[in-house]
């Protein structure tokens, strides 16, 4: 492809840079420990809405990609599934139920109650400070984001937190005039607040988007340059939302930019998407990050890299260990301050707000990772957990060290245990079901409960989503204890991937009796298996198959 304008500036070009930051502050020392430097920051959206809630804008702001229909596995957004249990209001989308059988519903960010919830969250778990993004208030997004701007204060002041606005100037065309405009007649009132994040004594600002290569920033050197400035001589502490290659103007920055990163009083390079596994970030550790921080010291600007939790929806977090590394790295580099993107992204797939924890708990077949997608169980706050340790470290009072302190579980959200029905409120599916008995109520812990297919038709089956591979060594079968005896012709088999099956117990005819209360057991060796799947070819008691319990045990 032929190097454009927008990867290849001419020295002509970049005079009016220079003049520009001739007229600049000159650098000084890095900053002592303020409301970002020595800080945790997240990134927060607070971009999601629903139908009713009153927002301006209308419609599932973010949960769809055609905001005015219901998100559905056909139309979404959505990578993350919230986990939901502490919102007092929610709104039913036209998605499959949970794999427990719940509705499946979402939360929606223009809710006092959403951000007074995710407030809360940043004080119990030690989030200092959040970014709240502003994209163009100049469109249909304008009303909505200021109100999400008064809601925010709010949370922040009652929890004792900071927030700052981080304007994103991604595809907003008259930024240079428009940033200063909203700036002087909007939000500079905030700065007002007790809430309101000081580096320095300055009230903080972020502007993301400068210098990166693609059509949706193509600003030039000198603009970008007039609004730092501009900034500064209202007294702002400057942030600039920078390219990964800020540095080196290559790859996804544009070149001729570094006076312009330069007049930012703290850089914080953007690294979503950059890495998926250990080793990526260690080689951006080795290679990006070190020369980054050197820059910056030798400029005397402060160095606020981002730290990732990792895209779920791809596999990356490995429970916890890529999110802590990405923080150990930074930490050990000797950042001024972290960057955690992001807070509140379900759509992206890099929040760390509370999360669905297995597949009872996202949308049934939806394909939706949960965080026990890798096999190991992790509560829906583990990723705030993390982030309290990474504060902890940042600030010196806990050793720097490559070994999470977190553990997946806590007490109070505890792993299956050796013994326990594995089964028990995990995601279904079934060949079919015969109106309100669905397959969920075959591991909801009910026998008054039950799955039954449709009827004269055979075969039918059962299958539930352990959540992780386990030694599966024994099934339970259970009928409602109050029915007639009946015998059902079966198959148990197990599988890893959902879509291959081995034999674990062949086909049998198997006598749900009353005098033994209509349970069946099935016991085979013991193999490692993540889904079990009970296939029904007979029953004398009605046309159909049916079971109110499917337990699944180790031994």
Same mark, same amino acid.
């Given at each position: 492809?032929? $190097? ?12 009016? $840079?220079?003049? %520009? ?101 940043? *004080? ?16 249909? &997004?304008?009303?909505? *984001? ?7 204060? #709010? ?18 065309? %008259? ?47 000198? %603009?970008?340059?007039? $609004? ?89 977090? *490995? ?28 759509? &992206? ?13 996202? /949308? ?34 806990? /050793?720097?060290? #490559? ?53 004269? $038709? ?10 992780? #591979? #386990? ?79 499917? &337990?699944?045990?180790?031994?």
């Amino acid at each position: 492809m032929a $190097v454009s304008r927008r990867t290849l500036l001419s020295s002509t070009a970049l005079a009016p $840079v220079a003049a %520009a930051l001739a007229g600049a502050d000159p650098a000084t020392a890095a900053s002592p420990p303020g409301d970002v430097v020595g800080k945790i920051s997240v990134g927060y959206q607070g971009w999601f809405a629903c139908p009713g809630d009153g927002a301006p804008i209308g419609g599932w702001w973010h949960w769809s990609r055609d905001r005015f229909q219901p998100p559905s596995p056909a139309n979404t957004t959505i990578v993350s599934w919230p986990d939901t249990r502490d919102y007092a209001r929610t709104y039913p989308t036209a998605y499959p139920n949970l794999g427990d059988g719940r509705p499946a519903a979402l939360f929606s960010s223009y809710d006092q109650q959403t951000v007074d919830v995710h407030f809360d969250w940043m *004080r119990t778990y030690g989030i200092d400070t959040a970014a709240l993004q502003r994209f163009n208030p100049f469109g249909d &997004e304008g009303p909505t *984001r200021d109100a999400m701007a008064r809601k925010v204060r #709010a949370a922040a002041e009652r929890t004792g937190r900071k927030f700052y606005i981080m304007y994103d100037v991604s595809g907003w065309a %008259a930024m240079q005039s428009e940033l200063k405009t909203d700036w002087t007649a909007t939000m500079s009132a905030y700065a007002s607040s007790g809430a309101y994040a000081r580096q320095n004594g300055k009230p903080v600002v972020c502007i993301w988007g400068f210098g990166f290569n693609d059509d949706n920033h193509d600003f030039p050197p000198a %603009a970008c340059l007039d $609004v730092i400035n501009w900034f500064r001589a209202q007294g702002c502490y400057v942030i600039g939302g920078v390219p990964t290659y800020w540095r080196e103007g290559r790859n996804d920055s544009r070149a001729g930019f570094l006076d312009v990163y330069h007049a930012f009083h703290m850089i914080s390079p953007w690294m979503v998407g950059r890495a998926g596994d250990l080793a990526g970030l260690d080689w951006f550790y080795t290679n990006v990050n070190t020369a980054d921080q050197a820059d910056c010291d030798a400029h005397g600007i402060d160095y606020q890299p981002c730290v990732l939790p990792g895209d779920l929806s791809a596999g990356h977090r *490995r429970h916890g260990d890529f999110y802590w590394r990405s923080v150990y790295n930074m930490v050990r580099l000797g950042a001024q301050g972290l960057y955690v993107s992001m807070f509140d992204e379900y759509n &992206e797939g890099n929040q760390i707000a509370k999360t669905a924890e297995t597949a009872a708990s996202v /949308p049934a077949g939806a394909g939706i990772r949960a965080l026990d997608e890798d096999g190991t169980f992790c509560s829906a706050d583990y990723y705030l957990r993390i982030t309290t340790d990474a504060g902890r470290m940042l600030k010196g009072q806990i /050793p720097i060290s #490559a070994v999470r302190p977190t553990p997946p579980a806590t007490a109070t959200t505890p792993p299956p245990q050796p013994g326990s029905d594995l089964a028990a409120r995990k995601a279904t599916a079934a060949s079919s079901a015969n109106g309100p008995y669905v397959a969920a109520g075959a591991v909801d812990g009910n026998t008054g409960t039950y799955w039954e297919s449709a009827n004269h $038709v055979f075969p039918q089956w059962l299958q539930v989503d352990l959540g992780a #591979a #386990a030694p599966a060594a024994r099934v339970v079968l259970r009928l409602p204890p109050s029915w007639e005896a009946r015998t059902q012709t079966l198959t148990v088999a197990g599988g890893t991937d959902g879509a291959t099956f081995t034999t674990l117990a062949p086909s049998a005819g198997r006598l749900f009796d009353p005098a033994s209360g209509n349970t069946v057991t099935i016991t085979f060796p013991a193999r490692s298996v993540r889904y079990v799947r009970v296939t029904v070819t007979a029953n004398t008691g009605w046309p159909a198959g049916q079971l109110a319990a499917l &337990e699944v045990y180790t031994g």
